[in-house]
C-alpha cells in the first residue's frame, strides 16, 4: 500500500490510497482542473479512480466531487447526512455507515464516524490485508469509535489543525474560535500528539501532519509538539501542506 496527498488546509483537501489496481480518492476539496494538475503530478488521472470517498460536506473537501464523478464515471460514496448537505448533488454508489467495512477491489476500508460541525461526518481506515493506514481529519475530540479503530496502525495522516495560543490571539471572531476549539472543530496540536500517543502505535512507519490552519498553527509549532509530546525525531515527521501535499508514500 502507498498513499499520497494532493494538498491539505482550509483551501483543499484530498488524499490518494493505492495498492495492487486500486485508487481511492478521499475528497475532492478543489476544482477539477486543479484536482486532474494534482493527480497528474502524482501520476494517476481519474479514470484509474476506483472511488471517492467523502468525509463530510464543507467545501473544502467535495469542491470538485460532482464535475470528477460527472466527467470521469467515477463512484461516489458518502454518509446519509452528508448526501444531505451537499450543495451540489451527486448520485452515491453506497451510503456509507459508522462501522461498516466497504470492500474496493484489493482495499478494505473500515467506516469509523467523528464528531465535527457537520451532518454525518466520517473518516477511514485502509487495510490491503498486509498493512493498515489510517486518515483521521476534522474532528473535534477523540471518540470511543476512533479509539476502537484506530489502533495498531502502520501509517497514521493525522489533524494537527491549530495551536492553541494562536488561536486565542488571532484574527477570528469569538463564535468562530469556540467553533474551532470545540469538541465539534479541529484538534489542536497537543490534542492530536496526545491521541496518537494514547493509540500506541509503536509499529508506525510514517505519521502525516495534516489540515494545518495558515492563521493558527504554523509547521514548526506542530513538529515541536508533537516531538516533546511523543518523544521522537523531528525529521521523521512529515506535514502535508496545501500548495504541495505530500508525495507517495509506501507502506513497506
Given at each position: ?160 489543525n491549530h495551536d492553541s495560543n494562536m488561536l486565542a490571539a488571532g484574527p477570528y471572531p469569538y463564535h468562530l474560535k469556540a467553533r474551532v476549539g470545540g469538541v ?69
Amino acid at each position: 500500500m502507498r498513499f499520497a496527498i494532493l494538498g491539505s488546509g482550509s483551501r483543499g483537501n484530498s488524499t490518494l490510497v493505492h495498492s495492487h489496481n486500486s485508487y481511492v480518492l478521499i475528497d475532492c476539496g478543489f476544482s477539477l482542473r486543479e484536482a486532474e494538475r494534482r493527480l497528474a503530478r502524482l501520476g494517476v488521472v481519474p479514470a484509474q479512480l476506483d472511488a471517492v470517498l467523502v468525509t463530510h460536506e464543507h467545501s473544502d473537501h467535495v469542491q470538485g466531487v460532482e464535475l470528477l464523478a460527472r466527467k470521469h464515471g467515477v463512484p461516489v460514496y458518502y454518509s446519509a447526512g452528508t448526501g444531505r448537505g451537499l450543495r451540489k448533488p451527486v448520485a452515491a454508489q453506497g451510503l456509507l455507515v459508522d462501522g461498516e467495512r466497504l470492500v474496493l477491489d484489493a482495499l478494505e476500508v473500515t467506516v469509523v464516524q467523528v464528531s465535527h460541525d457537520a451532518l454525518e461526518p466520517t473518516q477511514f481506515v485502509f487495510d490491503d490485508g498486509r498493512k493498515r493506514l489510517g486518515v483521521l481529519t476534522d474532528l473535534g475530540e477523540a471518540t470511543p469509535g476512533v479509539l476502537a479503530h484506530y489502533r495498531g496502525l502502520d501509517a497514521l495522516v493525522i489533524e494537527a489543525n491549530h495551536d492553541s495560543n494562536m488561536l486565542a490571539a488571532g484574527p477570528y471572531p469569538y463564535h468562530l474560535k469556540a467553533r474551532v476549539g470545540g469538541v465539534r472543530g479541529h484538534l489542536n496540536n497537543r490534542q492530536s500528539a496526545e491521541l496518537v500517543m494514547e493509540l500506541a502505535c509503536s509499529g508506525l512507519q510514517h505519521l502525516v501532519l495534516a489540515h494545518l490552519s495558515e492563521k493558527n498553527n504554523n509547521p514548526w509549532l506542530a513538529r515541536a509538539c508533537f516531538t516533546n509530546v511523543l518523544g521522537c525525531d523531528a525529521d521523521w515527521l512529515q506535514i502535508a501542506d496545501q500548495q504541495q501535499g505530500l508525495e507517495w508514500q509506501a507502506i513497506a
